[in-house]
């Protein structure tokens, strides 16, 4: 079955640790997207990249960073300056990325800090 | 900036009991209106687009409609499997270079008793 895979399901972050969530589609989208949920807020667009070897910042990029070195993966880092990285955080594609298109999405990885 | 306002944030229903969920948007020049029904831990999924006013699309037991100003969710006779949190989001101007860039709502938590 097409779909999105995103692991670990849990992660725990210890104090001035990078941690990498894994991303991986099987959809052939070309478009992909990194959201984080917190309690009480709506998704927030952390980065999206619309083809390989290129990215864009979203709304709250600053201590985070992506690579897209393949269509079907996109990992996201979580350094260790963003200091409230506690969050649900959820990978989506669509088709091509252009406006229109539904998202798909991950089950999400929750990340917490120790 | 695009804005989206749910409500209410939570609703509590008997089955059988009819309601509607609501969505309040300001955007400048909607693209598209979404609603997705994420349950807990798990990623958002899919339920309907919206792109103009007048636009109603219908899902068993959930009928989706909007105007220039908000959308509404329709739950007719609905069943405890019915619970979960549903997510409205819109897309607005295009980001520079493309992108399927969407502001979401907080949700509307809908729990289904016997």
């Known amino acids: 079955d097409g779909g999105i895979t995103q692991s670990p399901k849990y992660l725990f972050r210890k104090e001035g640790q990078n941690v990498t969530l894994s991303c991986e589609q099987n959809?052939?989208?070309?478009?992909m997207y990194w959201y984080r949920q917190d309690p009480g807020q709506g998704l927030r667009l952390i980065y999206y990249?619309?083809?390989?070897?290129?990215?864009q910042k979203g709304d709250i990029a600053e201590g985070y960073s992506v690579s897209r070195e393949k269509k079907e993966s996109f990992p996201l880092t979580v350094t260790s300056a963003q200091k409230n990285p506690t969050a649900f955080y959820l990978c989506?594609?669509?088709?091509?990325?252009?406006?229109?298109?539904?998202?798909?999405f991950g089950s999400g990885t929750q990340l917490s800090v120790l | 900036e695009d804005q989206v306002t749910q409500s209410p944030e939570a609703l509590r229903l008997q089955e059988g009991e009819s309601s509607s969920l609501n969505c309040s948007y300001t955007?400048?020049?909607?693209?598209?209106l979404f609603w997705y029904r994420q349950d807990p831990g798990k990623g958002p999924e899919f339920l309907f687009t919206?792109?103009?006013a007048g636009e109603e699309k219908e899902k068993e037991r959930l009928k989706a409609t909007l105007t220039k100003k908000e959308s509404f969710l329709h739950i007719t006779a609905p069943k405890p499997e019915d619970s979960a949190t549903y997510l409205c989001?819109?897309?607005?101007?295009?980001?520079?270079?493309?992108?399927?860039?969407?502001?979401f709502g907080t949700g509307t938590q809908l729990k289904v008793e016997l």
């Open positions: 989506a594609s669509s088709s091509t990325g252009r406006y229109g298109e539904k998202l798909f």
């Open positions: 959809l052939n989208h070309d478009a």
């Open positions: 990249s619309q083809i390989v070897n290129d990215f």
């Open positions: 955007v400048s020049g909607l693209r598209g």
């Open positions: 919206l792109y103009s």
């Open positions: 989001a819109v897309q607005g101007n295009i980001l520079t270079g493309g992108g399927n860039k969407l502001t």
